[in-house]
């Protein structure tokens, strides 16, 4: 099975250093979706071809180990997709569109159609210190209701690849 390989992006290191100095807290805020085949680098500003984005809908955000679990779900209907687009890319935006980390794949990882929904879990293991300093903005539907039952047997149905965890893991 195919994953998406992680990448702490040059500025958002940058933007955990300038908020662990006393800075802004790093306000995580949307993930976007690309579709170009290719590995990580901590030099991305942007995906490299993205075709949809969406508000985090929900997180856990666990101080004392530096765990953080975002979760997303797409719907290639309601958000005016025309045609298929294979998932290579996805990232984590903040508020100030600053690309914070990076996740990218040479294989296709799924589809996301103008039929399908897309649920994501996304798990990043930080320093406390880092931790410490990122706030996360649910904007969507809580996670529970994306992925309750009738989420699960839809995702079972169109596409069992539809569902992914992904974890970083930052030293």
């Known amino acids: 099975m195919s994953a998406l390989l992680p990448a702490l992006t040059h500025v958002g290191k940058l933007a955990l250093q300038e908020a662990k100095a006393g800075g802004s807290p790093v ?4 993930i976007s979706f690309g579709s170009a085949p ?14 949809i984005s969406g508000p985090i809908s929900s997180h856990t955000l666990n101080l004392e180990t530096g765990q953080l679990d975002v979760g997303v779900q797409i719907d ?7 045609q298929d687009h294979p998932v290579h890319e996805a990232g984590l935006f ?12 040479p294989d296709t990882l799924a589809s996301i159609t103008p039929r399908t929904a897309y649920a994501l879990t996304i ?4 320093a406390q210190a880092d931790a410490a300093v990122v706030q996360v903005v649910d904007q ?8 309750d039952q009738r989420i699960r047997d839809a995702l079972r149905r169109v596409n069992a690849r539809s569902y992914r965890n992904l974890f970083l893991s930052l030293s």
């Open 94 to 105: 903040d508020q100030l569109g600053r690309l914070i980390f990076y996740f990218a794949s």
């Open 27 to 30: 306000i995580l805020s949307q």
């Open 76 to 82: 290639g209907a309601l958000d005016g997709l025309t």
């Open 140 to 147: 969507g539907p809580a996670w529970e209701v994306i992925v």
């Open 38 to 51: 290719r590995l990580p680098t901590q030099e991305e500003t942007a995906l490299v071809a993205p075709f």
């Open 123 to 126: 798990g990043i293991a930080m």
